[in-house]
């Protein structure tokens, strides 16, 4: 636990190390010097140690163009070097470079910071020579290691005895960030460290990503004095940064750590696979050591290939254990194909399963039955497991080394079982294979103890890093070895099998649920069908009646209205096989029928769904609303509106709140008509809920309570607020022009909604409409008269209308389908874009069908 000794408030951990701004450290190590050019080639910065090497005075080279401190040739060669730097992280080196006369020859490098060229240079201290022979020496020993270990070790060895460190370790971040050193290659009569795990705060998150830019580190020194850059901020205010600087210097905290460990120079370089830090080559000398550029920049090639044989060593060794959990996977298909009582049998399964992924027990849980093999855990806390698994896995492999991280109170089991893989083999998050691993009891090997209280070092309130670097021991308990990324990989192969074998075991039952549920859905289709037609046929009776007596023209507008609001709502409801359908769509089909401005009807509320007989209601309900103020309230005047709000309530009840505004003034009503009393009466009495009206003089109010049984869960993201479509009122004038010159051909098997429709389309301008019952009575027709568009309804009793389809798509004449089917209608592939009336009929889906149809 961190203390606080200085009382200034802020605990002081290893997390300071992350909050260090090493890479505008603003000084770099004395074994070379930097200069800064601007984009012109202008010298901008340099550091201080300048004249030590080229003679010049610092504030002599400020603004000065670089040809004028440095030789011609050597500014020509780092012009052309910049010109190769490729991307914003890449640094080009020269060597043995003549930079100014008299002064000897430099090792240099240039990179881009920001909008600057860095130039970096030390002293050159002598060739390597065949680099190119010695490269290939050292791979050709590389690629003879027969084991992964052995690979280790060879790299380490290579680089040692190419920078000549006292010691190079090859060291692996662990995924918590924890690093282990899995090979080493050190003078006698050091010590070892190999085995050693170190905690992941001893490399900060900063100084990762800069590994990840910056391959190659050095520090000769450690108790070299740093040299400062200047000037430390520029025009703007801003440092250098110098993430790519390769003598950027070293953090106090840094120099102190490897001070503790006796450390005077060290080195690292990047091992990087697949983009993500694997680990480095961690070199430590114990006196002053800085290899030249030309050692660094071999040492670095080598790494990079080290890492590319690393890539491909693994993959190889991944794809070969994945091919044998293929072959096990295969063999576990096969078996439980021939022979489904294997899936219970869970010894049966920890033999298969384990010969891919190491376990020492498995656990079954299939259709609430549970089975065990090997060490697992009691039977309530496997079931505790599953349900757990169920929040968490959500249908994918889950797995972890410390169940406790999933449930807790685990110390019942967790000397035995500790860590867990769960394979679903179902579609939802229900059955499982449970691979099950127990603790490894293992005592890890810390450089120091990497929980040892902080104490306040020389620089100040900062940590000082660990001064006993000396093995320390710690039991780790609770927690099993991990599950790797490739068992994982296997484990969802085994998951696709497992769920395969389920369903084909399924198939046969299936088959017979997809049969009953056919006879189903064609009973289902054939009712809708039938409602479908007989609203049709009763909207169709009563509007040829109004013809003969024209008192009863009112009274027709207000069943007919009434009957299309069910028709439309039982639409609504069949679409999914007589399931819930959403309240903002019935609203929206109200304001399509009766609305002209597209704001008249506001909504707002989550996303609901009303079950059938709540629909049914709330649509006739909702009609005479709209009704009513189309007549007298807010909708009958140009500046009037109406809000639909709904919440609810803490039971769970749905309250829905209509609100007229804007309209003229409200009286209420001296008698109660029929309308009034299905607003009033019909929630109550049909849904088990309340209703309340109010007329109130500056606008009608209502409000609803639907009991919670009636409204069903809603998918999707919540409406806040929803706009409906203008559409045209609900007596709907039609586009007299609509069908003007067209002769059409009307199909149609029940004579009444023959006569409604041909009546429609009269309204609608046709020049004549001939209609038939039969395939062949319309095949007449057509070879009679050929028409110039068609409406077809699908079902005719004996048959379908495709046959008619067919002849009239071959000669090219326009037509459309009728149906009382819904979304149970199935077309020929020919006919599948062709545009769908849904019955009964009224202008004004005819009319929509038809603006699709016919050209502009």
């Given at each position: 636990?961190?203390?606080?000794?200085?009382?200034?408030?802020?605990?002081?951990?290893?997390?300071?190390?992350?909050?260090?701004?090493?890479?505008?450290?603003?000084?770099?190590?004395?074994?070379?010097?930097?200069?800064?050019?601007?984009?012109?080639?202008?010298?901008?910065?340099?550091?201080?140690?300048?004249?030590?090497?080229?003679?010049?005075?610092?504030?002599?080279?400020?603004?000065?163009?670089?040809?004028?401190?440095?030789?011609?040739?050597?500014?020509?060669?780092?012009?052309?070097?910049?010109?190769?730097?490729?991307?914003?992280?890449?640094?080009?080196?020269?060597?043995?470079?003549p930079l100014v006369a008299g002064k000897g020859n430099f090792d240099v490098a240039v990179h881009y910071s920001g909008g600057q060229i860095v130039i970096e240079a030390e002293p050159s201290r002598g060739s390597l020579g065949d680099v190119t022979g010695m490269v290939r020496s050292m791979f050709a020993r590389l690629d003879q290691c027969k084991n992964m270990t052995a690979f280790y070790r060879?790299?380490?060895?290579?680089?040692?005895?190419?920078?000549?460190?006292?010691?190079?370790?090859?060291?692996?971040?662990?995924?918590?960030?924890?690093?282990?050193?899995?090979?080493?290659?050190?003078?006698?009569?050091?010590?070892?460290?190999l085995g050693l795990h170190y905690p992941a705060s001893d490399i900060p998150a900063q100084a990762r990503q800069l590994y990840l830019r910056n391959v190659l580190r050095v520090i000769g020194d450690v108790h070299a004095t740093p040299v400062p850059v200047l000037p430390a901020l520029d025009e703007t205010g801003a440092p250098l940064d110098m993430s790519l600087s390769?003598?950027?210097?070293?953090?106090?905290?840094?120099?102190?750590?490897?001070?503790?460990?006796g450390v005077d120079a060290s080195m690292s370089i990047s091992i990087i696979v697949d983009g993500k830090l694997w680990g480095l080559f961690a070199c430590h000398h114990y006196s002053a050591n800085n290899p030249n550029f030309e050692r660094r920049a071999v040492a670095e090639l080598f790494a990079q290939m080290f890492c590319m044989r690393l890539e491909s060593r693994e993959r190889q060794d991944t794809m070969e254990f994945e091919r044998r959990a293929r072959d096990i996977s295969d063999q576990l298909l096969g078996a439980v194909a021939s022979d489904e009582t294997l899936l219970r049998d869970p010894d049966w399964l920890a033999d298969i399963l384990t010969h891919a992924i190491a376990a020492d027990g498995v656990g079954v849980w299939l259709s609430g039955g549970y089975a065990f093999s090997g060490q697992c855990p009691p039977t309530e806390d496997f079931r505790r497991i599953i349900r757990a698994l169920n929040t968490?896995?959500?249908?994918?492999?889950?797995?972890?080394?410390?169940?406790?991280?999933?449930?807790?109170?685990?110390?019942?089991?967790?000397?035995?079982?500790?860590?867990?893989?769960?394979?679903?083999?179902?579609?939802?998050?229900?059955?499982?294979?449970?691979?099950?691993?127990?603790?490894?009891?293992?005592?890890?090997?810390?450089?120091?103890?990497?929980?040892?209280?902080?104490?306040?070092?020389?620089?100040?309130?900062?940590?000082?890093?660990?001064?006993?670097?000396?093995?320390?021991?710690?039991?780790?308990?609770?927690?099993?070895?991990?599950?790797?990324?490739?068992?994982?990989r296997v484990a969802e192969t085994l998951r696709a099998t497992l769920i395969e074998v389920v369903l084909r075991l399924s198939d046969e039952a299936t088959a017979e649920r997809q049969q009953a549920s056919d006879r189903q859905e064609l009973l289902i289709a054939e009712l809708n069908h039938r409602v479908r037609n007989i609203l049709g046929l009763i909207r169709g009776l009563?509007?040829?009646?109004?013809?003969?007596?024209?008192?009863?023209?009112?009274?027709?507008?207000?069943?007919?209205?009434?009957?299309?609001?069910?028709?439309?709502?039982?639409?609504?409801?069949?679409?999914?096989?007589?399931?819930?359908?959403?309240?903002?769509?019935?609203?929206?089909?109200?304001?399509?029928?009766?609305?002209?401005?597209?704001?008249?009807?506001?909504?707002?509320g989550e996303q609901v769904m009303l079950n059938p007989l709540a629909y049914s209601t709330m649509a006739l309900v909702l009609h005479e609303l709209v009704t009513n103020s189309s007549k007298y309230g807010s909708l009958s005047v140009a500046d009037g509106h109406v809000t639909i709000a709904w919440n609810f309530s803490a039971k769970g009840d749905l309250l829905v709140a209509w609100r007229e505004v804007g309209g003229p003034p409200?009286?209420?009503?001296?008698?109660?008509?029929?309308?009034?009393?299905?607003?009033?009466?019909?929630?109550?009495?049909?849904?088990?809920?309340?209703?309340?009206?109010?007329?109130?003089?500056?606008?009608?109010?209502?409000?609803?309570?639907i009991p919670k049984r009636h409204v069903a869960e809603a998918s999707g993201a919540a409406r806040v607020i929803h706009f409906p479509k203008s559409g045209p009122g609900h007596v709907e004038e039609p586009?007299?022009?609509?069908?003007?010159?067209?002769?059409?051909?009307?199909?149609?098997?029940?004579?009444?909604?023959?006569?409604?429709?041909?009546?429609?389309?009269?309204?609608?301008?046709?020049?004549?409409?001939?209609?038939?019952?039969?395939?062949?009575?319309?095949?007449?027709?057509?070879?009679?008269?050929r028409p110039t568009i068609a409406l077809l309804d699908i079902n005719l009793g004996i048959g379908t209308s495709f046959p008619i389809a067919d002849v009239l798509h071959e000669r090219e004449v326009p037509f459309m389908f009728a149906t009382g089917y819904g979304e149970q209608a199935k077309f020929p592939d020919v006919h599948r874009a062709r545009p769908v009336v849904q019955k009964p009929y009224t202008i004004g889906n005819i009319a929509r069908a038809l603006a699709t149809l016919l050209p502009d």
């Open positions: 636990m961190s203390t606080d000794p200085l009382g200034t408030g802020s605990a002081v951990d290893l997390t300071n190390c992350d909050r260090e701004p090493i890479h505008i450290i603003g000084t770099i190590q004395p074994s070379g010097f930097l200069i800064a050019l601007t984009a012109d080639w202008l010298i901008a910065r340099a550091s201080a140690n300048l004249p030590e090497f080229i003679g010049w005075e610092l504030a002599d080279t400020y603004g000065r163009s670089l040809d004028e401190v440095f030789l011609p040739q050597a500014v020509h060669d780092l012009r052309n070097r910049t010109t190769m730097l490729r991307n914003e992280d890449a640094v080009e080196r020269m060597f043995d470079v060879e790299g380490a060895r290579q680089i040692r005895a190419l920078i000549q460190f006292d010691r190079v370790m090859v060291y692996r971040f662990a995924p918590d960030g924890s690093g282990e050193v899995v090979a080493e290659a050190c003078r006698p009569g050091i010590g070892q460290f390769l003598l950027r210097s070293v953090s106090p905290i840094h120099i102190e750590y490897l001070k503790n460990m968490t896995a959500a249908g994918k492999v889950y797995a972890t080394d410390h169940i406790g991280s999933l449930i807790p109170d685990t110390y019942r089991f967790s000397d035995k079982v500790a860590g867990l893989l769960a394979i679903p083999i179902s579609r939802s998050p229900r059955d499982y294979v449970v691979l099950f691993r127990s603790e490894m009891v293992r005592s890890v090997r810390w450089a120091g103890d990497p929980h040892k209280p902080v104490e306040y070092g020389p620089n100040g309130p900062r940590l000082s890093p660990r001064e006993s670097f000396a093995e320390w021991k710690e039991l780790v308990r609770g927690k099993s070895r991990p599950f790797t990324s490739s068992e994982l009563i509007r040829q009646s109004q013809a003969s007596d024209p008192a009863l023209a009112g009274f027709v507008k207000l069943i007919d209205g009434r009957i299309h609001a069910l028709a439309r709502a039982h639409n609504q409801i069949t679409e999914d096989h007589w399931g819930p359908a959403p309240l903002q769509s019935l609203i929206d089909a109200e304001a399509a029928t009766f609305m002209v401005d597209s704001r008249r009807i506001r909504s707002s409200v009286r209420e009503p001296q008698r109660q008509g029929f309308g009034t009393t299905i607003i009033q009466r019909s929630v109550p009495y049909d849904l088990g809920g309340e209703a309340a009206v109010r007329f109130q003089e500056s606008g009608f109010k209502a409000d609803f309570c586009p007299q022009n609509l069908l003007t010159g067209q002769r059409v051909l009307l199909v149609e098997d029940s004579l009444i909604i023959a006569l409604d429709a041909e009546d429609i389309l009269s309204r609608l301008g046709a020049e004549s409409v001939v209609t038939a019952g039969s395939v062949d009575a319309a095949l007449d027709l057509i070879d009679a008269a």
